[in-house]
């Protein structure tokens, strides 16, 4: 596998371990049908998207891989005794709660000033260390998110929108970062995004997630897959895409497949 | 030169405000204010409970709002009112119960303009020893509780995904409300007990830089609000239990100035660097 070339000065138990799958994995919510026949594997060293546009159920699903919520039908397995690193979402912080970032960041773990140090560095900003949390910027904020899950020294990370309300450059800084930790660190990622286009470059293989997992594979196949155009409209592929079908493929209201032909894609998918 | 009644006020009320502080921080932060005021309004029912089946009032209001914050557990899992929603029809539920069971018990001679208002300077040994060994219990389960409790007052999600037992921990936190409510509502009575779990911890908040400065500030400005406002009550003859509040007013309005002369000494700390 080429995703493990870059990782190869990782210790090598972690790298190519299966950490988490799943099995036909349904997941409803008050009555509605979020998730249905999810299938996934995800590896140690290994940097998986997951993208899907709004109301796709990506936060679900990671939800309930965390096992933050129940899951209906299917199965979820976790390597023995893996940790976790969660990075959610949206974390406001009420004012009201007087909060330096060295509080926060021991509120994960029993962590000493000095790893306290070391993570800061580790997420670039050793210099917010005594920093009031609600005066930090969306950017920085996120930084020290991403240092509280690195904190419990996880097998696995889980961030959601790791990169949401951060400018363009701050995007890529932030990819490269996660990057970064998976080749120092060997842990493997499990991004969220909702574009492809942020995901890319640091990625080894994205799920499309649209209710069911449209279509997986390296970003390059994923983006000139037939269901990710159908989900994101041809022009969100064109910039990226290698290949161009045109397949008439929809998707009906309840996240269901309507494949025009019964041949799969699978020669799209570059796995 | 002071009395008797007037130490064992003062004793008393500083032992509240021990109490007082930390909680009242959770209670702001955790944005509970309303919990800790229905609870109170509720201890009326508990002081009926303790007439009908003679026991000691304290334990009646313990018992009452036990109950009170399981039926709000129960019917917040039903998913179909808002809290604030549920906690009026409880709260003032249990209050009118609480008024029409005592109005059987019209031969006891109630007041209960002690019990709405409190009565400080009534404070007995048997009120002091409830306060500090209950306070005691109280404080030593939030010292134990701190951790994970802050961890879910920052983000019940994360704390989960982090291992902490969510609904254990708030439970525990709303029966640690209805335990205080109780022992507190000798010193300030029902309708203000609320204002002596809050207004101490908002006057702290300007002044602190971390969760535990602020609890340690939030005892401070108690103590002061107790201690000025039985002097107060002393001096100009007024309830004691409004005059504690007034006092805590005062405290929460000074923490501004003290606030805002701080600030314009030494401005506070913003990182510059955007990585």
């Known amino acids: 596998m080429s995703v493990l070339r870059s990782v190869m000065s990782v210790p090598l138990e972690k790298v190519g371990q299966r950490l988490v799958s799943a099995e036909r994995l349904g997941v409803s919510q008050n009555g509605r049908r979020i998730l249905s026949g999810i299938d996934l594997e995800l590896f140690g060293g290994e940097i998986v998207s997951l993208i899907g546009p709004n109301g796709a159920g990506k936060t679900t699903l990671i939800r309930a891989i965390l096992g933050l919520i129940p899951y209906q039908a299917g199965r979820v397995d976790k390597a023995p005794g893996l940790v976790i690193g969660y990075m959610p979402q949206r974390l406001e912080i009420d004012p009201v ?142 910039s990226i895409a290698l290949y161009h079908h045109n397949h008439r493929h929809e998707h009906d209201l309840s996240g269901g497949v309507h494949q025009a032909g019964s041949k799969r894609h699978d020669h799209a998918l570059g796995n | 030169m002071l009395d008797d009644f007037f130490w064992r006020a003062l004793i008393g009320g500083i032992g509240v405000a021990l109490i007082a502080g930390p909680l009242g921080c959770f209670v702001v932060w955790r944005r509970m204010a309303y919990l800790g005021d229905s609870l109170a309004h509720g201890a009326l029912l508990g002081i009926a409970l303790g007439l009908v089946f003679d026991i000691d009032f304290t334990i009646g209001i313990i018992a009452s709002s036990i109950a009170l914050v399981a039926l709000l557990i129960l019917l917040q899992r039903q998913n179909r009112f808002a809290s604030d929603t549920l906690l009026v029809i409880l709260a003032h539920g249990a209050l009118s119960l609480g008024l029409v069971a005592v109005s059987f018990f019209e031969g006891q001679r109630l007041d ?164």
């Open chain 2, 112 to 275: 209960l303009m002690v019990y709405l208002f409190g009565d400080i300077l009534a404070v007995g040994r048997g009120d002091l020893i409830w306060i500090y060994s209950g306070g005691a219990a109280i404080l030593a389960v939030i010292a134990c509780l701190w951790r994970p409790l802050l961890a879910i007052t920052v983000h019940e999600e994360l704390a989960r995904a982090e291992g902490v037992k969510v609904s254990l921990v708030s439970i525990a936190f709303m029966l640690l409300i209805a335990v205080t409510v109780a022992i507190a509502m000798k010193i300030v009575g029902i309708l203000l007990i609320a204002s002596l779990l809050i207004v101490p911890a908002a006057a702290a908040r300007r002044l602190a830089q971390t969760p535990e400065q602020m609890a340690a500030l939030a005892i401070f400005a108690g103590v002061l609000a107790v201690v000025g406002g039985l002097f107060g009550s002393l001096e100009w003859d007024t309830p004691s239990g409004p005059s504690i509040v007034v006092a805590a007013l005062a405290v929460f309005l000074l923490s501004f100035v003290v606030g805002a002369g701080r600030q314009l000494i030494r401005p506070r700390h913003r990182p510059i660097a955007e990585p």
């Open chain 1, 97 to 238: 709660l007087p909060l330096t970032v060295h509080r926060f960041l021991r509120m994960s773990a029993n962590v000493g000033k000095d790893e306290i140090s070391e993570v800061l560095r580790e997420v670039s900003v050793p210099q917010l260390r005594e920093a009031q949390v609600e005066t930090l910027s969306g950017g920085e904020f996120q930084r020290i998110l991403l240092a509280r899950a690195l904190l419990r020294n996880p097998d696995f990370l889980v961030l959601d929108e790791p990169a949401q309300q951060v400018d363009f450059q701050g995007q890529i800084d932030m990819f490269e970062l996660i990057e970064q930790l998976r080749t120092r660190r060997g842990c493997g990622v499990l991004v969220v995004s909702h574009d492809l286009h942020m995901v890319m470059s640091a990625t080894d293989r994205v799920l499309c997630l649209n209710g069911h997992i449209c279509c997986s594979g390296a970003p390059e196949a994923v983006s000139a897959h037939p269901e990710y155009v159908a989900l994101f409209g041809p022009r969100a592929a064109d």
